[in-house]
C-alpha cells in the first residue's frame, strides 16, 4: 500500500529555534499534502494544504509566517516551525494524496513527528 | 462537508465482533465516507471507505444504511491490537479536506 514517510520522529530543541519536518511519498507521487497537529488526548486539526508547485492554503487561525511550507516536488513536503516555542510543542502528522486516479482516493499518513520545546 | 458523530468510547472482548458507528445525517449525495484508526502516537490508518454500497476488504467491513445517515464499521474478529481511537470522516468527492471529529476510543478486552 501507499507508504508515507515522515522525519524526525521526534525532535527537542531550544526555545526560538528553526525546526524542519519532511514529509516523503515513497511510492507515489502526491500532488496534495496535508499538515495536522495534534496535542494530547485531542483530535487532529488541520494546519494546511500544500500543492505541488504552488503556496500551500492555511486554515484560519495558522500563522503562515510561523509555519512555513515547502512542496517542490511529488514526494516531498516540508513544514518549518521558526523561531519555536514551547506552545509549539505538538505532534504534527502530514498525510499524501496521490495524482488523481480517482477523486475519492483516500489520504495516506505519516508517523508524526512530535516536537517538544524547551 | 457533512459532520460525523460518533460514541466517546467503546470496550469490545477479544475474538469478538467490533461495531463502531456513525452518524452523519447531513451527508450530502456525493459525499464518501471514509475511516481511519489511530494507534496511540501514530499517524492514522487507512481502513475503508465507501459512497453507498456495502465495502469489505481485508480489515473490515463497512456497513452504510440505504438512507446514507448513519454507517457502522465493522471489525470481525478484534484482538487487542485494534486497541485505538476509529474516526469516521465524511467529504465530498473532489475536496481533499480531512476533517476530524472526536473519534471513538475503541478498547479491546482480553
Known amino acids: 500500500g501507499a507508504v508515507v514517510s515522515q522525519h524526525p520522529s521526534r525532535v527537542i530543541c531550544k526555545s526560538g529555534t528553526s525546526v524542519k519536518i519532511e514529509c516523503r511519498s515513497l511510492?507515489?507521487?502526491?500532488?496534495?499534502m496535508f499538515w495536522y497537529r495534534q496535542f494530547p488526548k485531542q483530535s487532529l486539526m488541520l494546519m494546511a494544504t500544500s500543492n505541488e508547485g504552488s503556496k500551500a492554503t492555511y486554515e484560519q487561525g495558522v500563522e503562515k509566517d510561523k509555519f512555513l511550507i515547502n512542496h517542490a516536488s511529488l514526494t516531498l513536503s516540508t513544514l518549518t516551525v521558526t523561531s519555536a516555542h514551547p506552545e509549539d510543542s505538538s505532534f504534527y502528522i502530514c498525510?499524501?494524496?496521490?495524482?488523481?486516479?480517482?477523486?475519492?482516493?483516500?489520504?495516506?499518513f505519516g508517523d508524526g513527528t512530535r516536537l517538544s520545546i524547551l | 462537508d457533512a459532520k460525523t458523530t460518533q460514541p466517546p468510547s467503546m470496550d469490545c472482548a477479544e475474538g469478538r465482533a467490533a461495531n463502531l458507528p456513525c452518524n452523519h445525517s447531513t451527508i450530502s449525495g456525493n459525499e464518501y465516507v471514509y475511516w481511519y484508526r489511530q494507534i496511540h502516537s501514530q499517524g492514522p490508518q487507512y481502513i475503508i471507505h465507501g459512497l453507498k454500497n456495502n465495502e469489505t476488504n481485508e480489515m473490515a467491513s463497512l456497513i452504510i444504511t440505504e438512507d446514507r445517515k448513519s454507517s457502522t464499521l465493522i471489525l470481525p474478529h478484534a484482538t487487542l491490537r485494534d486497541t485505538a481511537v476509529y474516526y469516521c470522516i465524511a467529504l465530498t468527492s473532489g475536496t481533499y479536506k480531512y476533517i476530524f471529529g472526536t473519534g471513538t476510543r475503541l478498547k479491546v478486552l482480553a
Open positions: 511510492d507515489f507521487q502526491a500532488t496534495t
Open positions: 498525510s499524501a494524496r496521490g495524482i488523481p486516479g480517482q477523486s475519492n482516493q483516500p489520504q495516506h
